[in-house]
């Protein structure tokens, strides 16, 4: 791994006081039902505060979404996290899939072109020794594994992968571990010195709850609060298309994915498909357009999908629209909540020299922290950043996700001083401050 620069401004200047162990988590997704529960196993007295009643009722509320695997033949940042969060991913959600949620029937990725194809194979060859983990197939072996004739002649196999219904894994992850949901719009959250902790309101200014921790997983919602205002996220509209399956789609045994994806028949006997990309576009209705495009898609992944789902009526078909909340770097954001002002005066040298030498750390808002950007893939990434996030808030730097231990037993000649090098590049490659750093050196803010 290369030597990077020293980075002084993720290190917390002014840690805060920790007294108790409260804390209020807002937003009752997959980023905030995932870090609830990993601060509840560390014995944080937790409250998931949602503007609706239930659980996973916004972005992480359709039927199926997939674990959806996004590597790289090169040994690059984004590949090096995406890797981390389905190891991480694959090990999370097994009990899940044991108590009959979703099902990990693996998840196959066809090309999309021939540079796919010519990464697949670097893959595959990248990751021979760990087939457990991803497998490049080839020719009739593809339809052995997706139950299907796909024209496909090579695909990317996750044996570990699979699809879940996110809400019912939000739903059973405050429940199962007895974690309470109050339902509040919040508004704000203002910090109290003399009592060390922090008041949210809601819309009409009322309090809702106090505690000494916070952590704001409202996805694009961030945007509302004045402390994560600075943050670059994007709404990112998107529709899925539910198909019903037909005789010959019901053989469908794994997620197949390409330019879009599909999902085996759930329990009512639809496929999931999907999804579109619609920017500037901020409507929850379903679009005729965009069932028409997700079918497309379908034909696109592959001719054979297109063979085996007949040809529905679009204006017929059910299907969820919702919006993804996105990044620039296509990376969540996980981690303290900088301040921002601060921030700005004391790394301001940097808008004249990016290279300039510093040794300030920097200054962060008193026990507050964000979990969001999830962007297309929330839920890969949410048990990796729940976990991070969560021994960040504990002080831990202990075992990053259980994944990752598995990788280590299978690779027994790893250290553990790189283990540890590995988990403080992925907290920097998430970390909130990230994007004001980046805007100082780029002269831009
Ligand atoms: C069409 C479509 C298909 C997708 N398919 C997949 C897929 O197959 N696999 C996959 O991994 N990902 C998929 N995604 C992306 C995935 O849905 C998101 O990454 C993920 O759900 C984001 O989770 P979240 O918890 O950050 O956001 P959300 O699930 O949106 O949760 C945020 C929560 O915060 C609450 N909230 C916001 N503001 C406030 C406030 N002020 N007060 C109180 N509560 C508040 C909201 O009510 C909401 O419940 C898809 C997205 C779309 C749109």
């Given at each position: ?46 409250t ?8 996973g009722q ?13 590597l790289?033949?090169?040994d ?5 996290v995406?890797l ?5 991913a ?60 796909l024209?496909?002649?090579l ?12 809400a019912?894994?939000c ?7 007895g974690?309470?949901?109050?339902q ?9 010195d003399?009592e ?13 709850i ?18 994560t ?171 990053l ?23 403080e ?21």
């Amino acid at each position: 791994m290369k030597q990077k620069p020293p980075a002084p401004w993720f290190n917390i200047a002014n840690p805060a006081i920790r007294t108790d162990k409260t804390v209020s988590v807002i937003g009752a997704g997959i980023a905030g039902c995932t870090v609830a529960a990993a601060l509840h196993r560390r014995g944080f007295q937790v409250t998931v505060i949602d503007r609706h009643q239930q659980a996973g009722q916004e972005a992480s509320g359709n039927a199926q979404g997939i674990v959806y695997p996004k590597l790289s033949a090169r040994d690059d940042l984004l590949p090096r996290v995406n890797l981390a969060a389905i190891r991480a991913a694959s090990h999370y959600y097994q009990p899940f899939w044991q108590a009959g949620l979703g099902r990990q029937c693996g998840v196959l990725v066809v090309p999309e072109n021939q540079k796919a194809r010519d990464d697949f194979l670097l893959i595959g060859q990248r990751f021979a020794d760990q087939p457990q983990l991803v497998e490049a197939v080839h020719g009739e072996s593809i339809e052995a594994l997706s139950g299907i004739a796909l024209q496909a002649q090579l695909a990317l196999y996750f044996p570990t992968l699979g699809w879940l219904p996110p809400a019912l894994v939000c739903q059973q992850l405050l429940a199962l571990n007895g974690i309470p949901l109050l339902q509040a719009d919040i508004a704000s959250l203002q910090y109290s010195d003399s009592e060390n902790s922090w008041q949210l309101r809601d819309r009409e200014q009322q309090s809702v709850i106090n505690s000494e921790t916070v952590v704001i997983a409202s996805a694009y919602d961030c945007k509302q609060f004045e402390q994560t205002s600075y943050l670059p996220l994007r709404k990112l509209r998107g529709q899925i298309t539910q198909l019903p399956a037909t005789a010959e789609s019901r053989k469908i045994k794994t997620v197949i994915c390409g330019e879009g994806y599909i999902t085996p028949a759930d329990n009512n006997d639809n496929h999931s498909c999907g999804a579109t990309y619609n920017k500037d576009l901020f409507t929850t209705e379903l679009r005729d357009q965009d069932h028409r495009a997700n079918l497309q898609q379908m034909a696109a992944t592959d001719a054979g999908l297109a063979a085996v789902l007949g040809q529905p009526d679009s204006s017929q078909l059910p299907g969820r629209a919702n919006f993804r909340c996105t990044t620039p770097d296509y990376l969540p954001i996980a981690g303290p909540v900088p301040d921002a002002a601060a921030m700005l005066s004391d790394y301001a040298m940097l808008r004249r020299d990016a290279k300039a030498l510093i040794t300030t750390s920097g200054r962060y808002l008193p026990n507050l922290f964000v979990n969001c950007g999830m962007g297309s893939r929330g839920l890969s990434y949410a048990p990796l950043t729940a976990e991070l996030l969560a021994n960040q808030i504990a002080g831990q730097m202990s075992a990053l996700a259980q994944g990752e231990e598995q990788h280590k037993q299978e690779q027994p000649e790893e250290q553990p001083k790189q283990q540890k090098k590995q988990q403080e590049e992925l907290c920097q490659a998430m970390h909130p401050a990230r994007f004001l750093i980046r805007d100082l050196k780029r002269n831009r803010i």
